[in-house]
């Protein structure tokens, strides 16, 4: 019989959120419910972060061992078949506010710190999905999380890599990300719209690179007059883009108009300069899309001539790619569009929770589960 285990997901404060990230962490928390673990969720409710003053370093460390007063669940989760604890009034969890556990599973450089004090006969897990390491973010802090001595199990080959080049770390599980590809796939074979119509997903925060995107939208504009350009995103576009009105944009869609409009498009574009994953990347091709991409996390796995392309961080490249792909006879898009499908569909939520469970079995067993990538 299979061993179960008590296994807490810490989360960062606010990120209880509808993000690709976090969805990933409640799929895996879910499914591993289902299958007969324990499984709790756990976050602070954030707020104003306090001064990080030796003295309440300590205090923090040593937390009463009081009840934690719990925020209510977002709405969004009110379903998940998992235990969600939101503590109010901290921004930082103590080794106090952490449920008992036989493996506790860092979400986020922050959440690796708060963990290095549980106790000792706890299994602790680095679940990486992006290398943190970004400009407005405390370095030296980010870099000793990535070098605890915490099991890694990262998301992509290109994490892997990264924590292979910048850390000697040589045993990561590699277990890639997935999506519920029947939220996304067509009732019917796509067909190329009438109108050459390109889609992206516009981001606020710098390595997503959403410029390099809606310059490419633009110079499309040039070539097709009739171009129709469809974006979304979690924020209203940033003044300094200068998103044209022309381009179709919606803030915070339903995951049905997601669909939708990843449908509606002839090609996706993928623009981040560094990416963990690229969950949008599967989620075009879910539904026939195919997708004009940076080499930025999953896409050189993902993507190749028979989906879409790759293509440097160039607008040059980008324009010429989408181009190409605009000119394609009806039937040869379908052709890629059917591809597209194929490539979503070698994932799905059961294979990657088989591999996620496995990766943790092998963690708290002390070994290395023989189909994990490594």
């Known amino acids: 019989m299979k061993e179960k285990l008590k296994i807490v997901f810490v989360q960062a404060a606010g990120s209880l959120s509808e993000t690709g990230g976090f969805r990933i962490v409640a799929g895996y928390a879910d499914r591993l419910q289902r299958r007969g673990h324990e499984v709790t969720l756990i976050a602070p409710e954030g707020g104003t972060p306090k001064p990080r003053t030796l003295k309440g370093k300590i205090k923090n460390l040593f937390r009463s061992t009081r009840k934690p007063e719990l925020a209510a669940t977002p709405p969004f989760l009110e379903n998940e078949n ?167 944009f919606t803030v915070k869609p339903t995951s049905d108009d997601i669909a939708t409009i990843y449908r509606s498009c002839d090609v996706w574009l993928f623009t981040s300069d560094s990416e963990g994953y690229g969950l949008p990347i599967l989620e075009a091709m879910a539904s026939g899309t195919p997708v004009v991409a940076t080499p930025a996390g999953a896409a050189p796995q993902l993507v190749s001539e028979k989906n879409g392309a790759i293509i440097s961080h160039d607008v040059d490249a980008a324009v010429n790619a989408t181009q ?44 290395q589960a023989e189909f994990i990538k490594n």
């Open 82 to 248: 998992v235990e969600i604890k939101v503590i109010t009034g901290v921004r930082e969890l103590a080794p106090a506010d952490l449920p008992e556990a036989d493996v506790l599973i860092a979400t986020w450089w922050e959440t690796g710190e708060w963990i290095a004090n549980a106790p000792p006969e706890v299994t602790k897990v680095h679940f990486v999905q992006g290398h943190e390491v970004f400009p407005y973010m405390p370095l030296e802090r980010v870099q000793a999380v990535y070098q605890k001595p915490y099991k890694k199990i990262a998301v992509s080959e290109w994490l892997r890599d990264e924590l292979r080049e910048h850390y000697g770390i040589n045993d990561t599980f590699l277990v890639e990300n997935t999506i519920d590809t029947e939220m996304f796939i067509p009732l019917q074979r796509r067909l190329k719209q009438s109108q050459p119509t390109v889609g992206f997903l516009y981001s606020v925060m710098g390595l997503k690179n959403s410029p390099l995107a809606i310059q490419t939208c633009r110079r499309l504009k040039n070539i097709y007059p009739d171009l129709r350009a469809i974006a979304f995103g979690s924020h209203a576009p940033r003044p300094e883009h200068k998103m044209p009105d022309w381009i179709e």
């Open 324 to 367: 190409k792909i605009l000119e394609l006879t009806d039937e040869d898009w379908s052709c890629l569009s059917d591809n597209c499908l194929e490539t979503a569909r070698r994932r799905n939520w059961e294979t990657a929770t088989d591999e996620f469970e496995a990766a943790l079995l092998s963690i708290v067993n002390g070994k």
